[in-house]
C-alpha cells in the first residue's frame, strides 16, 4: 500500500542555519503532497502541498518540490528561526479519492537561539 | 471564523469505562476523520465519515466507534477504554472533493 517516510529526528539546528527535512513516498499514481506543522500543544496545520509533479509548494519561506523521478517530497527553509520548532509530517493523499491522507511519522525540529 | 473544535482538551479515565470524545466543525465539511497520534507512528486514521449517516473504518478501528447525525459533528467512543488507547486524538474535516484537512487542537486521553 501507500506509505510515507520521514527522516528520523529530532533535527537540531541554530538560527539561520539551512533546513532540510527529507520525505520519500510510495504510492500506485501520482498522489497529492503536503507538509504539515504541529506547534507544541496544537493540532496539525497546513503548511503547504503540491498536486502534480514539479510542483513546488512554499510557505512561510518554507518550501518542497514534488520529484516524481525520486518520489520525493523533501521540506527546505534558508534561514530557520526559533519559531520554526515544532514537528513535521509529510503526508499524501490516497490515490482512490478517498480523501484520505497517509502521513509519515513526523520529524521534530528544535531550532536553538 | 470557521474552525474545529475538540472536547474535552484532556481526560483521564479508568479501564472498561465508555468514554467519548466530541469532535465540532463549522465549516459545513462533508468529510470528518479521527486519527490517533502515538509516538514513532504519525497520524493513524480510525473512523472516518463522508455525510451525514456514513462512517468507515480505518486502519485502527478496533474498539472504537462513530456515529455523525448532522454535518458538524463526528463523536468517537471508546467503548471499553483499554490502556492500549492512552493516545493523543485528533479530529480533522475536508470539504466535499477536497483533499487538504483542517485539524482540531486534539484531545490528551490517558486510560489508567
Known amino acids: 500500500g501507500d506509505s510515507v517516510t520521514q527522516m528520523e529526528g529530532p533535527v537540531t539546528l541554530s538560527e539561520e542555519a539551512f533546513l532540510t527535512i527529507n520525505c520519500t513516498y510510495t504510492a500506485t499514481g501520482y498522489p497529492s503532497l503536503f507538509w504539515y506543522v504541529q506547534y507544541p500543544g496544537e493540532g496539525l496545520q497546513l503548511l503547504l502541498k503540491a498536486t502534480k509533479a514539479d510542483d513546488k509548494g512554499s510557505n512561510k519561506g518554507f518550501e518542497a518540490t514534488y520529484r516524481k523521478e525520486t518520489t520525493s517530497f523533501h521540506l527546505e527553509k534558508g534561514s530557520v528561526q526559533v519559531s520554526d520548532s515544532a514537528v513535521y509530517f509529510c503526508a499524501l493523499s490516497e490515490m482512490d479519492s478517498s480523501y484520505k491522507l497517509i502521513f509519515g511519522s513526523g520529524t521534530r525540529l528544535l531550532v536553538r537561539p | 471564523d470557521a474552525e474545529i473544535t475538540q472536547s474535552p482538551r484532556h481526560k483521564i479515565t479508568e479501564t472498561g469505562r465508555q468514554v467519548t470524545l466530541a469532535c465540532h466543525q463549522t465549516?459545513?465539511?462533508?468529510?470528518m476523520f479521527w486519527y490517533r497520534q502515538d509516538l514513532g507512528h504519525g497520524l493513524r486514521l480510525i473512523h472516518y465519515s463522508y455525510g451525514v449517516q456514513d462512517t468507515n473504518k480505518g486502519e485502527v478501528s478496533d474498539g472504537y466507534s462513530v456515529s455523525r447525525s448532522n454535518t458538524e459533528d463526528l463523536p468517537l467512543t471508546l467503548e471499553s477504554a483499554a490502556s492500549s488507547q492512552t493516545s493523543v486524538y485528533f479530529c480533522?474535516?475536508?470539504?466535499?472533493?477536497?483533499?487538504?484537512?483542517?485539524f482540531g487542537p486534539g484531545t490528551r486521553l490517558l486510560v489508567l
Open positions: 480533522a474535516s475536508s470539504g466535499q472533493n477536497q483533499e487538504t484537512q483542517y
Open positions: 465549516w459545513n465539511h462533508n468529510n
